[in-house]
């Protein structure tokens, strides 16, 4: 008798992100919007940096009569750390209500499953394994799905409009410096897989202490 073929992290991780995600899709696409205004005042942060530099620093020790520009720019830069801040705190706060809301369905989910099972699969299966599958599994499945949710939203929001801003300010650097993308990406990868390895025992070994003590 073959074993069925173990699916990937990443195949389990889309199903259970098709499945649990579509009723709090309203709520995702808000997030979006604020993670989309963060990045947008992150960026316009940094397009600000060569005119802080060009006239509020050196224009200014140049020529004093220029010191009129300097409160222009430092209310541009106060509106968009304030933005960004209260951005952040909305898409963050929101994001957190979704992953602990789709916590408990999959938790209502694997409750109603063990109640379908019948007296073998508790008897060859652990109370402690059960009761870490409920509650310490799920938390770090809810990890995963608030970090990857957040991290593509935010964190590739932010990245392309940081690209934006270095393409306009020196489009030949910008190319020079995505040359390193390659190797990075190359680290992360490996880093990745490393840190899933490691959190696959710590499941492991949690299952087996919660064993233990039931």
């Given at each position: 008798?073959?074993?069925p073929?173990?699916?990937?992290?990443?195949?389990?991780?889309s199903?259970?992100?098709?499945?649990?995600?579509?009723?709090?899709?309203?709520?995702i696409?808000?997030?979006?919007?604020?993670?989309l205004t963060?990045?947008?005042?992150t960026?316009?942060?940094?397009?600000l940096l060569q005119p802080?530099l060009?006239?509020?620093?050196?224009?200014?020790?140049?020529n004093?009569?220029?010191?009129?520009?300097?409160?222009?720019l430092?209310?541009?830069?106060?509106a968009?750390?304030?933005?960004?801040?209260?951005?952040?705190?909305?898409?963050?706060?929101?994001?957190?209500?979704?992953?602990?809301s789709?916590?408990?369905?999959?938790?209502?989910?694997v409750?109603s499953?063990?109640?379908?099972l019948?007296?073998k699969?508790?008897?060859?299966?652990?109370?402690?394994?059960?009761?870490?599958?409920v509650?310490?599994?799920?938390?770090?499945?809810?990890?995963?799905?608030?970090d990857t949710m957040t991290?593509?939203?935010n964190n590739?929001?932010?990245l392309?409009?940081?690209l934006?801003?270095?393409?306009?300010?020196?489009?030949k650097?910008t190319?020079?410096?995505?040359?390193?993308f390659?190797?990075a990406?190359?680290?992360?990868?490996?880093?990745?897989r490393?840190?899933?390895?490691?959190?696959?025992?710590?499941?492991?070994?949690?299952?087996?202490?919660?064993?233990?003590?039931?």
């Amino acid at each position: 008798m073959t074993k069925p073929a173990q699916k990937s992290s990443w195949q389990i991780l889309s199903r259970l992100l098709k499945k649990y995600t579509k009723p709090y899709l309203g709520q995702i696409g808000i997030a979006m919007i604020f993670m989309l205004t963060a990045a947008a005042a992150t960026a316009s942060f940094a397009k600000l940096l060569q005119p802080i530099l060009d006239k509020a620093m050196i224009g200014v020790q140049k020529n004093p009569e220029t010191l009129h520009v300097v409160i222009p720019l430092g209310l541009m830069i106060m509106a968009s750390f304030i933005i960004r801040g209260a951005a952040t705190y909305l898409h963050t706060t929101r994001m957190n209500k979704v992953s602990q809301s789709i916590v408990a369905d999959i938790q209502k989910d694997v409750f109603s499953h063990f109640m379908t099972l019948d007296l073998k699969f508790f008897h060859d299966n652990p109370s402690g394994h059960l009761v870490s599958r409920v509650t310490n599994d799920v938390n770090v499945m809810r990890a995963a799905v608030s970090d990857t949710m957040t991290g593509i939203g935010n964190n590739l929001l932010t990245l392309l409009f940081l690209l934006g801003v270095m393409l306009v300010q020196d489009w030949k650097l910008t190319l020079i410096c995505l040359t390193v993308f390659p190797l990075a990406s190359g680290l992360v990868y490996v880093l990745g897989r490393r840190l899933r390895k490691i959190s696959k025992n710590m499941q492991a070994q949690t299952a087996h202490l919660m064993g233990v003590l039931t």
